[in-house]
């Protein structure tokens, strides 16, 4: 897919966004818009495409990943790495910039596609704590990769989260939900999520246009002022309209730099190998791939098709629910 054509998709949602710092309503209708349309091949890796079931904003929402051959699972079958010496891993987006329903890669599901997370049997929804709406970047997860909820970091001195580890692409693109993107990791937030450690890195698609001004972390003040402070600010602070405390980093909030964050990533991707291998347990993982040699939880093609084929059929969204344009004001102290 040329860039042309995908600067068509959706040129509206990207030109409101790139005059304005905070989004107003207008810029955020655009956004769902483009995340919204029906789609296949996306403004990503071209290997990958997806295909939507169920109804979006449902309980039985689902978006599944296929490469060349058939379905896939996104946790699974796609590689880590697109160039480890140039530090350019694979993304996969779960929730693009401006939006508020929490989409995830469901880990307990054949073929672990993207869902829409579901606590005390209600769809989650991120807050908008003033002057912020949904996410401030595209929000995802590298491939490949498990925060071992038996292992206590010593840095954070809390146990994994016992899941993909989570990416902050923070390039001036809104993407779309699905999109498998090469980005460049900068640096790393230790954010300690009610206990858990939940790294969070902060990357770049390589194709955007800020990847030629930001190598490291300490770039990003410069790029973009403000963001780094704005980021660990929303993280502290987004589960606190729903009656949460106040979240906790480690290093005092401090991003650590891009050398930090690949060992940090190096580390989490060999607990997935143990993962997807049987050696550790899989705390309810489906591992359920097409691809990974020597995994006892690799399948054929024609299973994972069938696993696929039994999702309901796609359908129209249905409404977003009228708090999810609300504002919270929270003091910062």
Excluded at 105 to 122: A, C, F, Y
Aim: proline share 7%.
């Amino acid at each position: 897919m040329s860039l042309a054509r995908v600067v068509v998709v959706f040129p509206r949602a990207l030109s409101l966004v790139s005059q304005v710092r905070n989004p107003s309503r207008a810029v955020v209708l655009a956004a769902r818009a483009a995340v919204n349309t029906a789609h296949t091949r996306h403004y990503s890796d071209e290997m990958y495409i997806t295909e939507e079931r169920g109804s979006p904003y449902s309980p039985d929402y689902r978006v599944y990943f296929k490469d060349e051959s058939g379905p896939i699972s996104p946790l699974h079958d796609i590689p880590l790495w697109a160039d480890r010496e140039a530090r350019i891993a694979h993304m996969v987006v779960e929730v693009p910039r401006w939006t508020n329903a929490k989409m995830e890669i469901s880990l307990s599901e054949p073929l672990n596609p993207i869902k829409q997370d579901v606590k005390k049997g209600e769809l989650r929804y991120v807050s908008n704590v003033f002057p912020h709406h949904g996410y401030i970047w595209n929000y995802g997860a590298l491939p490949q990769t498990w925060e071992d909820p038996r292992h206590v970091d010593p840095h954070t001195r809390a146990r994994g989260d016992n899941d993909p580890i989570d990416v902050l692409e923070v390039g001036s693109r809104v993407a779309r939900r699905g999109d498998v993107l090469r980005v460049r990791v900068l640096g790393a937030l230790a954010l300690l999520d009610e206990g858990e450690t939940d790294w969070k890195l902060l990357a770049v698609d390589e194709r955007d246009p800020l990847a030629a001004r930001l190598r490291d972390v300490r770039d990003l003040d410069a790029a973009c002022p403000g963001l780094l402070r704005a980021s660990v600010e929303w993280f502290r602070l987004y589960k606190v309209p729903d009656g949460k405390p106040r979240n906790e980093f480690a290093f005092d909030g401090e991003a650590k730099d891009a050398a930090f964050a690949l060992n940090v990533v190096d580390e989490v991707h060999e607990f997935w190998k143990a993962l997807v291998s049987g050696a550790a347990d899989a705390k309810g993982i489906c591992n359920m791939n097409v691809s990974v040699s020597g995994s006892a939880a690799r399948v054929e093609r024609a299973e994972a098709a069938r696993a696929l084929a039994a999702a309901p059929a796609a359908a129209p969204p249905r409404p977003l629910p009228a708090a999810v344009d609300r504002w919270h004001f929270v003091s910062s102290q």
